[in-house]
């Protein structure tokens, strides 16, 4: 598939910003956040900007982007529409988290309350968005049991990375965020690699024989391209990476997304400059990430590409 930068933004900011949300509320409700009446509305402020900058990026490949407003509407049958509905839903616990934090204090029932209803609903959000993809049965790369569990598992990633970074600039310490940081960092880049292993020894999901029925018959191909420029299906669902390339960006990946922010939180952890430490973690995981997002769509193929004589 060719990757769309839009659709690169918003899984990759949304994760962010939804994962944030997530560590907020439960963190509050354990009661290991700053007190002060203004760490809790700062945060969700930045955790909402990064999720809304991601679902306003998406937007940006519409060709008529003044009927965006019609996918909340198909929400009985569509991944997509539900991952509107969610987004919008979630911005009223959000809200009012963030909110009563400041007139009541972290520790208030109500305060909790809210902070664990918005966790579940960003977390709700990020698995509808991995399921815009995972329920495609076309692309094998998408539809096997990694995808939607890879996208929670991103999210609870860099959602702490990002409230280790907060922390350790608003408190000079970041000691509980940073530890679930380095944790979730060696299970994503672990779980990533378990999912590249997965797509490289899958087999095609069909090939022309079993595509005609002609298998019987011995070896099948076709006799004429369906077209002879390219089309939408070349443009979009065509895209190849080379091997070698995809082989070094994959590396590039487990250092940049996962090892070098699980060292740089690890020297958090330890008290090394947090304040340094954490955010330049998030930083390069951030840059991961989108890298890994990028991967995740070219390493993609669509059944349509078999006719033209594409390997899926």
């Not at 519409?62 to 997509?80: I, T, V």
């Not at 998408?142 to 922390?167: D, E, V």
């Not at 022309?208 to 006799?223: F, I, Y």
Request: charged residues 10%; positive net charge; contains cysteine.
């Amino acid at each position: 598939m060719t990757p769309a930068s839009s659709v690169l933004l918003l899984t990759t900011l949304t994760g962010f910003g939804y994962g944030l949300l997530a560590w907020l509320g439960i963190f509050c409700a354990a009661g290991a956040l700053p007190e002060s009446p203004w760490f809790g509305p700062v945060a969700v402020v930045i955790a909402l900007g990064f999720a809304g900058a991601g679902l306003v990026a998406s937007t940006l490949h519409l060709g008529r982007k003044e009927r965006a407003w019609r996918a909340f509407s198909q929400w009985r049958s569509s991944w997509l529409s539900r991952e509107g509905v969610a987004a919008v839903a979630t911005n009223a616990p959000a809200l009012g988290f963030a909110a009563s934090w400041a007139a009541l204090g972290a520790a208030a029932p109500l305060t909790i309350a809210l902070g664990l209803v918005a966790a579940a609903m960003a977390l709700g959000t990020v698995f509808c968005t991995a399921m815009i993809y995972a329920c495609l049965k076309p692309i094998r790369q998408w539809h096997n049991r990694f995808t939607a569990p890879l996208y929670l598992l991103f999210a609870a990633f860099s959602g702490a990375l990002l409230l280790a970074a907060l922390l350790g600039v608003w408190t000079g310490t970041a000691t509980a965020a940073a530890a679930l940081a380095v944790v979730f960092a060696i299970g994503a880049g672990v779980a990533k690699a378990a999912y590249w292993r997965f797509i490289d020894a899958q087999g095609p999901l069909t090939t022309l024989a079993s595509a005609t029925g002609l298998a019987e018959l011995g070896t099948v191909r076709a006799l004429d391209r369906p077209h002879f420029t390219e089309n939408y299906v070349l443009r979009e669902m065509g895209y190849q990476i080379a091997r070698r390339h995809a082989a070094r960006l994959r590396r590039i990946v487990l250092v940049l997304a996962f090892a070098a922010p699980a060292l740089l939180a690890a020297l958090a952890l330890a008290g090394a400059m947090p304040a340094v430490a954490a955010p330049l973690a998030a930083l390069l995981a951030g840059i991961g990430l989108f890298a890994e997002r990028w991967l995740f769509f070219a390493e993609a193929t669509h059944v349509s590409a078999i006719y033209y004589g594409r390997a899926v």
